[in-house]
């Protein structure tokens, strides 16, 4: 069973609008959290992250919230623009220092 | 440029070859990764090295055999591979495992089974 699960598969946005991307986990003992995106063809780039004794994260355009008691992490890229569009990963850290993935999000950012 | 290189990009191989994936990194990083990525999954930690010493095998098969001979440099040696294993391979490190820096990844092997 999935400890970490994007639900959409694709998110399609208008450009200059705010992308929401959503990841649910089911471990508690996750401590860490991050969001990576990625362009075919290429490896998966760190974006963003989020310990879990914080509830907010902010970069420039980026922001990752976390909701501990509803086991809920989201991105939110602030004004969308088409270099945005990609698959994003959401992963969680668990005791072990490993890295458990969610599926991805692909994000089109629609002119 | 990600720091993290990994050779071939792309391979083809029958069922009975004996090949090797190459990751070098030179971010000074003494932690390295090997992930499996199959079609619309999550991406699956097969190893972890840190310090050139092997500290996880997540119960992967033995047709996959992987080698640190030093910090900046991992292989993934591959043999009698099965159809299922035709995926995207791809290689990470991070400073020290465990540490709150993110793990860096190159750009994968596109890895065929015939």
């Known amino acids: 069973d999935q400890q970490v699960k994007q639900n959409s598969p694709s998110l399609s946005v208008q450009e200059g609008r705010i992308s929401i991307l959503n990841c649910d986990y089911t471990?508690?003992?996750?401590?860490?959290f991050l969001w990576y995106k990625k362009y075919p063809a290429e490896g998966p780039t760190f974006l963003i992250s989020?310990?879990?004794i914080k509830d907010k994260n902010e970069d420039g355009r980026f922001t990752v919230f976390l909701n501990k008691s509803a086991k809920h992490l989201s991105l939110h890229i602030v004004p969308s623009q088409p270099g945005d569009s990609a698959v994003y990963f959401c992963?969680?850290?668990?005791?072990?220092?490993?890295?458990?993935w969610g599926a991805g999000t692909k994000l089109i950012i629609k002119p | 440029e990600t720091g993290v290189t990994q050779t071939p990009r792309h391979l083809v191989m029958g069922m009975t070859n004996k090949k090797s994936l190459k990751c070098e990194q030179h971010?000074?990083?003494?932690?390295m990764y090997w992930y499996k990525q199959s079609a619309k999954k999550p991406l699956e930690l097969m190893f972890v090295?840190?310090?050139?010493?092997?500290?996880e095998n997540n119960s992967v098969p033995s047709r996959f055999s992987p080698e640190c001979p030093n910090s900046s440099h991992l292989f993934l040696h591959l043999h009698t591979l099965q159809p299922e294993d035709s995926a995207l391979y791809l290689c990470?490190?991070?400073?020290?495992?465990?540490?709150?820096?993110?793990?860096?990844f190159g750009d994968g092997t596109r890895l065929s089974i015939l």
């Open positions: 090295y840190s310090l050139e010493e092997r500290v």
């Open positions: 989020i310990s879990s």
């Open positions: 992963a969680a850290r668990d005791s072990n220092y490993q890295l458990i």
């Open positions: 471990n508690s003992m996750f401590d860490y």
């Open positions: 971010l000074g990083h003494n932690a």
């Open positions: 990470a490190s991070s400073f020290t495992l465990g540490s709150n820096q993110p793990q860096h």
